[in-house]
C-alpha cells in the first residue's frame, strides 16, 4: 500500500532547502500526524543528533513511522562524498553514511545517498569516479542488508551532480559493477528536468523503485506547479510501487500550507 509522508529537517544550516517541516521534531510530528501523515522522513545533522529510543516514544505518541533517513549533512556541514579524490575523505563518507544507515536501521527505515555522492570533479576520469561509487555503494548495500534495511541511491539533476541523472542510468549502473543491495529514489523534481517523460521512466525502472519523492515542477507541494501527476499516478500503480510518497518539497507558503497542500495532493491522487 502506498504510503504518505512528509519530510523534517532539523539542521540549521539548510533551512532554505525543500523541507515541509525544519523547526522543532515533536511539533512537526504533531502538526503531521494531525494531517493524517502515515510517517517522516528525517534528516539530521549526524546518525547520533537524536537519542533513539526517545524518538521512538515520541513516533508512537503521534502513531508515525520513520520512512527514510537523509545523509545529506554529510556534504552540507562536512563536505564529504563517496568522489571526492581524496581517499580519506571518501573513507569518511563511508564511515558517516553507515553510521546512518545503523541509525536508520533502529527504526527500520533505509538511508538515501543523495547529495554525498558527489560529482566527476576536474583532474579525475569519469571511469575512475564512478568506480569509486560503485566501491562506495557495494560496501554500504552491504552493511544495509546486514542491518536488515535497504539502501537508496538518488539520481540528481544535472546542476547538482554529473554523475547519474537519469533513473535508467542508475539501472545501468547498478547492473555494470553487479550492486545487488541498492534500490532507487525517484525524485519528481529532478525527473522533470531530466527525463523526458517521467511516467515511462517509472514504468521501465519500476523494480528498483524503492522511494519517492513528491514535488511539483517549481519544487513547492503538489499542486502548485505544471507535473502531470494523473500519469505518474497511473505508472505507479502499475508498477505496484507500495512504498512512502515522501514530500521533499519547499515550505511554500509555509510549512503548514505545504504540508495541507501536500496531503490534499496525496488524497487526490493515491487513494482515489
Not at 562524498?81 to 569518511?92: F, G, H, Q, V, Y
Request: proline share 3%.
Amino acid at each position: 500500500m502506498i504510503k504518505s509522508c512528509a519530510t523534517i529537517a532539523l539542521v540549521p544550516s539548510i533551512k532554505s532547502g525543500p523541507w515541509i517541516y525544519w523547526d522543532d521534531l515533536e511539533q512537526s510530528l504533531a502538526h503531521a500526524s494531525s494531517l493524517g501523515f502515515d510517517a517522516v522522513e528525517l534528516f539530521t545533522a549526524s546518525a547520533d543528533s537524536l537519542e533513539v529510543e526517545a524518538t521512538k516514544a515520541v513516533l508512537e505518541k503521534y502513531k508515525l513511522s520513520i520512512a527514510a533517513v537523509g545523509s545529506g549533512a554529510g556534504k552540507v556541514i562536512h563536505g564529504l562524498t563517496l568522489t571526492d579524490p581524496d581517499k580519506a575523505i571518501r573513507e569518511k563518507a563511508i564511515v558517516f553514511i553507515a553510521n546512518m544507515i545503523s541509525f536508520g536501521a533502529a527504526f527500520n527505515a533505509p538511508t538515501i545517498i543523495g547529495s554525498m555522492q558527489g560529482n566527476v570533479v576536474a583532474g579525475v576520469s569519469r571511469d575512475q569516479a564512478m568506480q569509486w561509487l560503485a566501491e562506495g555503494l557495494s560496501n554500504l548495500g552491504k552493511h544495509a542488508a546486514a542491518h536488515g534495511v535497504k539502501l537508496i541511491y538518488e539520481p540528481l539533476n544535472r546542476y547538482e551532480s554529473n554523475l547519474l541523472n537519469t533513473l535508467a542510468d542508475s539501472v545501468q549502473f547498478l547492473n555494470k559493477y553487479q550492486i545487488k543491495q541498492v534500490g532507487l529514489l525517484a525524485d519528481l523534481f529532478h525527473m522533470n528536468i531530466e527525463e523526458a517523460n517521467i511516467a515511462a521512466s517509472i514504468l521501465e525502472c519500476g523494480e528498483l523503485i524503492l522511494h519517492l519523492h513528491f514535488a511539483d515542477s517549481n519544487r513547492r507541494p503538489v499542486g502548485n506547479g505544471h507535473t502531470n501527476l494523473n500519469e505518474i499516478a497511473k505508472a505507479l500503480k502499475e508498477v505496484k510501487y507500495d512504498g512512502f510518497i515522501s514530500a521533499e518539497a519547499f515550505a511554500w507558503p509555509n510549512p503548514h500550507a505545504a504540508a495541507e497542500q501536500t496531503i490534499q495532493s496525496f488524497k487526490k491522487y493515491f487513494k482515489i
